[in-house]
């Protein structure tokens, strides 16, 4: 008799709300972490135990992996190729599907974990990109662990402060200088894809730059920090209805 394998399966699918039927999507993304926390849990690719990348990307619209057989509950933040984003608090194995709406336009929030881990670091993909249906209008960040005297820039592969330029994670809860546009030294911390521009500009919407840069999601650390820390970084952007910017 064989034994109890240590690793069980996750499987969850997208199904159309409207026709009920599954939805085919070989470009959405998924980031599977450990449950209430922004800290991205180990998973597998197999019930081998094969290392398996986190973020993943869907298969026919399908959001597979395993994890060790003790773990029953994570958390999931999931954005399809047609830029619907959920994030999933406290999904069991036994949930095997999310629901699409096809026609749920509008404002969305793209739910982001980061992670600074006690010095200034290099660039980090977070493993998510800009499709073409999104146009960003807000950033702000929530801090559930203090990187003590961490300052993040948030933006793109191409303008690392699209987004947000150091604003500090030395506090929990939601930094009041990204909240309130605060000048700090002078200086915006709103990036410069989001905050006024010069001249006759009132706002902007950012873009991605054309099909092949400009689309990464990307954040670092600027400044030495004495401790680690982690949170979420939001990401709050309007579902377009029609086909590519």
């Keep these: 008799m064989a034994g109890k394998s240590n690793y069980q399966e996750w499987r969850i699918q997208l199904v159309d709300g409207r026709t009920m039927k599954a939805i085919d999507d070989d470009s959405g993304f998924f980031n599977v972490l450990t449950a209430s926390t922004p800290v991205e849990a180990t998973i597998y690719s197999d019930s081998m135990g094969t290392a398996a990348s986190n973020p993943g990307t869907m298969t026919d619209g399908v959001m597979r992996f395993w994890t060790l057989a003790s773990v029953t509950s994570v958390d999931i933040t999931v954005l399809t190729s047609e830029a619907h984003s959920f994030f999933l608090r406290g999904v069991s194995v036994s949930d095997g599907h999310i629901t699409v709406w096809p026609e749920n336009n509008g404002s969305q929030k793209l739910i982001i974990p980061y992670l600074v881990v006690g010095a200034s670091e290099a660039v980090v993909d977070t493993g998510f990109d800009i499709f073409p249906k999104m146009f960003?209008?807000?950033c702000y960040v929530h801090v559930t662990t203090v990187g003590t005297g961490a300052a993040l820039k948030i933006g793109t592969s191409t303008t690392n402060g699209?987004?947000?330029?150091g604003v500090s994670v030395a506090t929990t809860g939601f930094p009041v200088t990204l909240l309130d546009e605060a000048l700090v030294s002078g200086s915006s911390l709103i990036g410069t894809a989001l905050a006024p521009g010069t001249g006759t500009n009132v706002r902007q919407l950012h873009r991605r730059a054309n099909a092949t840069s400009g689309a990464n999601i990307i954040y670092f650390n600027t400044t030495s920090s004495?401790?680690?820390?982690?949170?979420?970084?939001?990401?709050?952007y309007e579902r377009m209805p029609?086909?590519?910017l």
């Design 136 to 138: 960003i209008r807000d």
């Design 162 to 165: 699209a987004f947000a330029s």
């Design 226 to 236: 004495s401790t680690a820390g982690s949170g979420y970084i939001y990401l709050v």
């Design 242 to 244: 029609t086909g590519d």
